[in-house]
């Protein structure tokens, strides 16, 4: 109530129509004196459509980023060429660079092939023309050998715990970096070049061979030799135990021919 006026407001709900409404003054002190009751009616406005506008637009843009979302991406066609040629498996091998060392020797490095992590502890021996050496490698995968004389050509091999053996021919001094494979994994690179050769063409895939699933094969063909030899592979190359050169060579003693 300010200067004999009061703001009222009645919640009357939303549709248009005429509502009558009864207006009783309380005093709030007993020297206020209550006038009469007055009756009216009060005229309801239609609601605008426009009121639920900004929530249309929002649940429409929100409806818009979800689909935007869920869609799945145009289909490009991409030329045969164009396609990234399939990973060829890591091997065993020895690259050289014509790098300068000192002593006119040999420098480099041992390493995994399939991670390239260093390989400390590998024995890199140089034999051949009258001449033996032979360094170990540091916590690197590091080595270097200094240059000697011979009488003919020289052989590099090297060996590791883990690792299957590498021998090549000495190339000229310089940078060498020696990738070794895993036991393991040579023994299931050499089981899955045999498989290839030894399935027929009715069993030929694009996958590679395992050899759960040779041994079973050559089980219903009674070729127990290849079961055994599947059997020991599987084992080594996934199995716990850590396989050495011992271990490697008696599965490979089973290899069939």
Known sequence: MHAGRADLRIALGAGERSVPVKLRYLPAAPWWLPGPEHELTVQVARASALRHLPWAVVLLAL???ILAGWRRPPR??????????????????LHWAPEAFPSGGWSGAVIDAHDGTPIGGARVCISGGG?????????????????????GPLTVSVHAPWHSELERALPPPGRL????????????ARFVDWAE???????????????????????????????????A???AAFGPDPVDRHREAAVRALEPP
């Open 76 to 93: 490009t066609e991409r030329a045969l060429e164009a396609r990234p040629t399939p990973r060829q498996p890591r091997r065993a091998s």
């Open 177 to 188: 970096t020696i990738a070794l494979v895993t036991r393991r994994r040579a023994l299931l």
């Open 131 to 151: 001449t033996k050496r032979s360094v170990t490698t540091d916590a690197r995968g590091e080595f270097t050998i200094d240059a000697a004389p011979a009488d």
């Open 197 to 231: 050769r030894w399935r027929s063409a009715s069993e030929a895939s694009p996958r590679e061979p395992t050899p759960g699933e040779i041994a079973r094969a050559a089980s219903e063909r009674k070729h127990e030799d290849v079961v055994a030899w599947a059997n």
């Open 233 to 235: 592979v599987e084992a």
């Open 63 to 65: 409806g818009a980023w």
